[in-house]
């Protein structure tokens, strides 16, 4: 039996996260591209779209779920895979830990929403109201019945942070922090025990 990966042919900010305009972005010309013009990962999930299907897969290999959004031209969501992407360090600890479903924030495939909703990826979206990118949306292990991913996403990374940034939201994530404070307040404390190891990290 062919099982999916088989078949294949990924509103919280932090002080200093943003990337600006007039940041020099990296170069691109060798990152891989899909057919939609979206820059890729070659560990990023191959699915059939039903996003609890995804969910349950990524529960039954220990890891997290997370729906990255980009769209052909994006230069942040190219900065994301020229810079974070390309850091050992990002890579390897978003690779152990979460399966990455890549969606097009104006495709046309049809994605099932958690809540069994049919949509294209660009109503679908709207319906999560993402409205930039690159933004990535986070589960949690367990996924309440007939609720749609807009209202059972733990954290929500709108737009391109820095490395330092990028990896502390996933951490934030897999160590369940959510559950009882805010992003920019784990990056205080993160920063506080850096800071009294002597370690000065480079946010920038």
């Known amino acids: 039996m062919i099982d999916r990966r088989t078949f294949s042919t990924t509103a919280i900010a932090a002080v200093g996260a943003w990337a600006l305009p007039g940041v020099s972005l990296a170069a691109s010309s060798d990152l891989p591209m899909n057919e939609d013009g979206l820059h890729v ?3 990023f999930l191959q699915s059939f779209l039903e996003l609890r299907d995804d969910h349950q897969e990524a529960k039954d290999a220990g890891k997290l779920f997370a729906v990255l959004w980009e769209q ?3 230069p942040y969501c190219r900065e994301m895979h020229a810079v974070n992407f390309r850091k050992r ?13 890549q969606l097009n924030l104006w495709g046309s495939r049809k994605v099932t929403d958690f ?5 294209e990826e660009r109503d ?10 690159p933004t ?18 733990v954290a929500r990374m709108p737009g391109y942070f820095k ?13 369940e922090r959510y559950a009882n404070q ?10 506080k025990e850096l800071e009294a190891k002597g370690i000065k990290p480079d946010v920038w």
């Not at 809540?115 to 949509?119: A, I, N, P, S, W």
């Not at 679908?124 to 990118?133: E, H, I, M, S």
């Not at 805010?182 to 920063?191: A, I, M, S, Y």
Request: charged share 25%.
């Open 41 to 43: 990962q070659p560990w």
């Open 72 to 74: 052909k031209g994006c």
């Open 89 to 101: 360090q990002i890579a390897d600890y978003v690779q152990e830990n979460f399966v990455v479903l």
């Open 115 to 119: 809540d069994g909703e049919e949509l």
């Open 124 to 133: 679908l979206a709207r319906k999560w109201a993402v409205n930039f990118t």
């Open 136 to 153: 990535t949306v986070f589960f949690g292990k367990d996924t309440p019945e007939g609720k749609s991913g807009k209202d059972i996403e």
């Open 163 to 175: 490395p330092f940034h990028f990896l502390s939201m996933y951490e934030f994530v897999k160590q």
């Open 182 to 191: 805010g992003f920019q307040r784990f990056l205080q404390d993160r920063f």
